[in-house]
């Protein structure tokens, strides 16, 4: 009897079946690390890498290098499935921003836009008290 043959056996088949033509590209840059996510338009993710992911470690992940070889990753799977035009939305204060938009230029994927998303209170909580070094 076949127990867990679902946990096991990746469906890759029925992932790369799926056409999306048109998607967004979510680049969230934080100091330490830069995750890139690539969804349809609906939101649901289709790929998705980090600079942790590519191997980098400690702080190189932080570096726009790391960003720009996540990006490719994220993003050379979902070319594979015929996506052509992408939006962008940025998050976050990282030196990745650049880093992961200069991937996705390279890529050939065509955007309309690259949105800043990133949050900005409007006198939310109070922040953690300054940091002593």
Do not use: Y
Not at 14 to 42: E, L, M
Not at 68 to 83: E, K, L, P, Y
Not at 102 to 130: E, Q, Y
């Amino acid at each position: 009897p076949k127990v867990g043959s679902r946990r096991n056996g990746r469906s890759g088949a029925r992932k790369s079946a799926r056409r999306i033509p048109k998607g967004v590209i979510h680049v969230q840059a934080s100091f330490n690390n830069t995750i890139v996510t690539v969804t349809d338009v609906r939101g649901r993710v289709i790929s998705w890498s980090s600079a942790g992911t590519c191997g980098f470690r400690g702080t190189r992940r932080g570096t726009p290098f790391a960003a720009q070889t996540a990006a490719g990753n994220a993003i050379r799977a979902v070319v594979d499935q015929g996506m052509q035009r992408a939006e962008v939305m940025i998050k976050g204060p990282g030196l990745g921003r650049d880093g992961a938009l200069r991937a996705i230029r390279r890529s050939g994927i065509l955007f309309r836009f690259v949105r800043d998303v990133t949050p900005m209170p409007h006198n939310g909580c109070r922040p953690p008290k300054k940091r002593r070094v």
